[in-house]
């Protein structure tokens, strides 16, 4: 018996935003710590940038999706760090001292079986989550101005007819999502739990020194859904990657807000860096994929054998032989081969040992005709 800690080595994983390994390529170190300035600096956004006027703009939305998006790095860290906890402290018993190739082989299946339950407990309580947000349909605050158009709170002042005095009446009207040109509904987000919409941003283009109108302009990536979770979970990330045409509107959000608002700004914002080589996310990938997937690159993991051997090594090793019983075939040419045998060996010895005989005979003839001529004298 002995702990599965001691057992396997190293039990890490390459975490897209957060990371306990420190076998990691440069160009993926940039990417984290890049990917760890846009969590830290988005949520601080939404102290610095006031509610646009225009509530569908991306970027008064943008850091509730980012601090909704570390939530969920902090709880996939935090499921697969409990679970990798209680994992490495169970046991491993066998009867006896396994072999290094069969040792290797069960816990190969062991471990990708506990990688497999590891991400589909995490994805099951996100979506845990989002099926209890979609069936208590919580009502988002005024304040927030994101789902204004889209969910309505309409409050009527009535008299009662008992005692005359004012009360108001409260209406919901179902949320539903239009597309941003046009203004009309696209989906109902009571019947389609995937209802969702692209997100703009919005330019003002000025007409004359006084007046303006916004322009809409699509933001790749950025999606609208019926709630918070939704945006976060059918919006990407390409925008923040290198080569991607509108990472320059999101340095320029940054640079122009979050600096002109800091006495001491920093605003050396750095593209993420996608690289085939080591990373499984292209930059159009939902978010909603890399959450089924724990946000998790690979995992690594080095089984020792050693260790496990030292600690169940037996005292003593028996073995046992199995002898299978001879046909009668076989015993008849064993017997027809040992006459043969014999009869071989004969050939070769019979005639020395005759003249062996003959030798021994001889001498003791000679040996007793001595004798009486001894005695006369």
Partial sequence: MTYLKNCVQRLARLNLFKTNTDRMEDN????????????????????????????KDWRSFVHIQFQLLSDLCDLANKTIDNAMDSFLNQVFITSNVVHMSEFT???????????????VDFT??????????????????VELGVYRNALELIANEVESEANNKPSVKIRF??????????????????A????????????DIWLNEKDFEPYSNELPGATLGCYFIDSTLFSTLECFYLRSPCFKFIKQV??????????????????????AKFSRFPP????????????????????????????????????????????????????VSMLSGIS?????????????????????LKRHRKTPSQRIR
């Fill in 28 to 55: 993926i170190k940039r990417e984290l710590i890049s990917t760890r300035v846009y969590l830290i600096l988005f949520p601080i956004l939404s102290k610095i940038i006031p509610n646009s006027q225009l509530p």
């Fill in 254 to 275: 940054l640079s122009s807000e979050y600096a002109s608002s800091i006495l001491k700004p920093w605003s050396d914002v750095r593209p993420l860096i996608y690289d």
């Fill in 344 to 364: 071989v060996i004969l050939r070769y010895i019979t005639s020395y040992l005759v003249k062996f005989i003959f030798y021994i005979a001889i001498c003791k």
């Fill in 124 to 141: 099951q309580l996100v979506k845990t989550i989002r099926i209890v947000i979609q069936t208590d349909q919580p009502f988002s605050p």
């Fill in 192 to 203: 389609d739990q995937y209802c969702h919409t692209s997100f703009p941003t919005y330019s």
């Fill in 173 to 190: 009207v179902p949320r539903t999502l239009s597309n941003a040109s046009t203004d009309s509904a696209k989906c109902f987000c009571a």
């Fill in 105 to 119: 082989e069960r816990f190969n299946s062991t471990l990708t079986e506990f990688f497999h339950s590891t991400i």
């Fill in 284 to 335: 159009n990938t939902p978010i909603s994929f890399l959450v089924e997937k724990a946000m998790i690159e690979s995992w690594n993991s080095s089984i020792i054998y050693e260790q496990y051997f030292d600690a169940c090594a037996p005292k003593y090793c028996t073995y046992s032989i199995e002898i299978l019983a001879k046909t009668f075939t076989e015993v008849l040419i064993i017997a």
